[in-house]
T-cell receptor
Framework: GENVEQHPSTLSVQEGDSAVIKCTYS??????FPWYKQELGKGPQLIID?????GEKKDQRIAVTLNKTAKHFSLHITETQPEDSAVYFC?????????FGAGTQVVVTP | GAVVSQHPSRVICKSGTSVKIECRSL??????MFWYRQFPKKSLMLMAT?????????EQGVEKDKFLINHASLTLSTLTVTSAHPEDSSFYIC???????????FGPGTRLTVL
């Protein structure tokens, strides 16, 4: 089955700086890669996603890149703000099911 | 759009009792819903896939007789934790897909505490 690895597990950034989270996946059949933001005690919220026929996607301060050959994808958050503090999960979809990474705790300090 | 609700948000029950959690898609029809379990500071673990009008598909290691799933309509799936024990205490989260896309939208979660 699919295996998704996510790094780093924690990330502290100064407000205004950029944050990058990286994930790798194992199943070459995976074709959909969403990113979720989860705040404490809440359900995950979809923030951006990318499909295997696209290499990069951007939505305001958030961007995702995908390298199918290397089987890795990354989340980039620019101009970080305190409200970006949360746990971020990457996921890969194989046969309609999502396999999640272990999560990255992002802390943005003012 | 794509709002998923869960009820209750929190439940505390005694060991040996059963608890039902509801998952609703509020503004779309979902032929497929998913149930996840999440332990503190851990990732989401898929428990089962719930398909409207048919039996749920459980992941390896998940007891189907303990975690009963019913997907009776295109907007409602329920998870019943039967004969709950303290080790069943966890955060249970559902999600729903808008067909034919793969995008999953998650509910707010239900915190179950079994005493």
């Amino acid at each position: 089955g699919e295996n998704v690895e996510q790094h780093p597990s924690t990330l502290s950034v100064q407000e205004g700086d950029s944050a990058v989270i990286k994930c790798t996946y194992s199943d070459s059949a995976s074709n959909y890669f969403p990113w979720y933001k989860q705040e404490l005690g809440k359900g995950p919220q979809l923030i951006i996603d990318i499909r295997s026929n696209v290499g990069e996607k951007k939505d305001q301060r958030i961007a995702v890149t995908l390298n199918k050959t290397a089987k890795h994808f990354s989340l980039h958050i620019t101009e970080t703000q305190p409200e970006d503090s949360a746990v971020y999960f990457c996921a890969a979809s194989s046969w309609g099911k999502l396999q999640f990474g272990a999560g990255t705790q992002v802390v943005v300090t003012p | 759009g794509a709002v998923v609700s869960q009820h209750p948000s929190r439940v505390i029950c005694k060991s040996g009792t059963s608890v039902k959690i509801e998952c609703r898609s509020l503004d779309f029809q979902a032929t497929t819903m998913f149930w996840y379990r999440q332990f503190p500071k851990k990732s989401l673990m898929l428990m089962a896939t719930s398909n409207e009008g048919s039996k749920a598909t459980y992941e390896q290691g998940v007891e189907k007789d303990k975690f009963l799933i019913n997907h009776a309509s295109l907007t409602l799936s329920t998870l019943t934790v039967t004969s709950a024990h303290p080790e069943d205490s966890s955060f249970y989260i559902c999600s729903a897909k808008i067909p034919p896309a793969d995008t999953q939208y998650f509910g707010p979660g239900t915190r179950l505490t079994v005493l």
